[in-house]
């Protein structure tokens, strides 16, 4: 814990407020206003609002949060969680799981010496030179959920049309799962990790008792350790070249994994890579309907494609924080954190630093260099930032090839929740090419 003896910076209520509250990150603007006097006046500071919530230190600058996500042995992904929420729902998991504060045994709940051996299982199936026998595949996808948007006769929401369901359907793809399981999975997911927006969640756990939300979830991780235990009994008798093989077959210290790792496994891979890239996606789309001369000049010239990706992962950041826990006592910008204390690393912050960033709030397809931190920094960096980049190089390929005005139809709507978030609706009027 902190000690008396230092002058700590504790944030007004109405500020922790801000940075605690799912809603407040529907509010996008004022969020940005929150962060950016955060950045200027108090960098590294407490959040202490109510007994509902942990304290812990909120760093918001770009150059603290890339030191912190590089500094792997000082700053841990346990022994406290590395999402940030109510302490019950910590309570609740650490029920469930005898004392871990992580629901499912993934990458991001371990550390080293463990962490890099269950990484080293994966890294190279997900690096652009095995991804590329993904494009084809992709691409079909990406015919098939433009046809859907174009079908929708010149006027549709973006968001269930094209950017929720064409991820969804990748990552499944990539785990051999079949489309008429998808929603299974989808609802699953749901299940075991709520959801703070009520529009989203589809989980009906609203008016559930704390009893019956804990049942549910321990049923939802059953269920998937079984779904997954079959697909693994598959694919090691006929082993295909879809990540489910890999990991299927993967040996850490010569054993092949237990049930539990494996499901955490394919569960980070299922859940990680679909709200987050579309939530890109989607931002993205949205920059360019408001913007039909960029639309143009991206339609005429596609090496700007990749400029225009990148830019929308910044200007998203869709995975908006995690945390870490300190393994001794350190100093961060500045500020004496103590030994066990818990820290948010803000990437929806430093990525609209404005000592990196020039004109942070504006989308700048041309901006060079781009160093965002939106897939984090060092041993538990995206796993997937390569096959995000390429499924929405491909996505944004197809779209421009096949659409020739883009405008916003009403108003964009954020969805509220302080950890993955973006665009729930995204109306959009446009013509076919
Ligand atoms: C725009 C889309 C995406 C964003 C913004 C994003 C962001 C992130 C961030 C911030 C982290 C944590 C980094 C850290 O702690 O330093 C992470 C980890 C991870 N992501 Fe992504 N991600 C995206 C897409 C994907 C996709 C498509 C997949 C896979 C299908 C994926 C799989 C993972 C995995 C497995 C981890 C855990 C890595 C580890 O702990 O070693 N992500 N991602």
Redesign the pocket.
Known sequence: MATAAQHIPVAPADIANTVIDPKAYAEWDSLLDTFEMLRNDMPVVRIENDELHDPFWLVTRYDDVMRI?KDNKTFLNNPRGVVFGIKAGDAMIREITGGSPHLVN???A?DAPI?PKY?RLTQEW?MPKNLKQMEAEIGELAVKTVDRLLAAGGEGDFVPLVSAPY?LHV?MQ?LGVPEEDEQRMLFLTQQMFGGQDEDLSKSGMADMSPEQITQLVVGAVADFEAYFAKLTEEKRANPTDDVASVIANARVDGEYLSDRDMAGYYI??AS??HD??S??TAGAMMALAKDPEQFARLKADRDLLPGIVEEA?RWT???QH?MRTAAEDVEVGGQKIAKGDWLMIN?VSANHDERVFENPRQFDASRSPNRHL????????????H??RL?MRILFNELLDRIETVELAGEPKRANSSFVGGLKTLPLRFSAS
């Open positions: 996500s993934s990458l991001v371990l962490h990484r997900f991820p990552v990539i980070i891979v990680a890579g987050t890239t939530a890109s992962i950041s869709p995975v995690f990437y939106a897939f984090g920094a060092g041993a538990h960096q995206c796993l997937g930032l096959l995000a499924e």
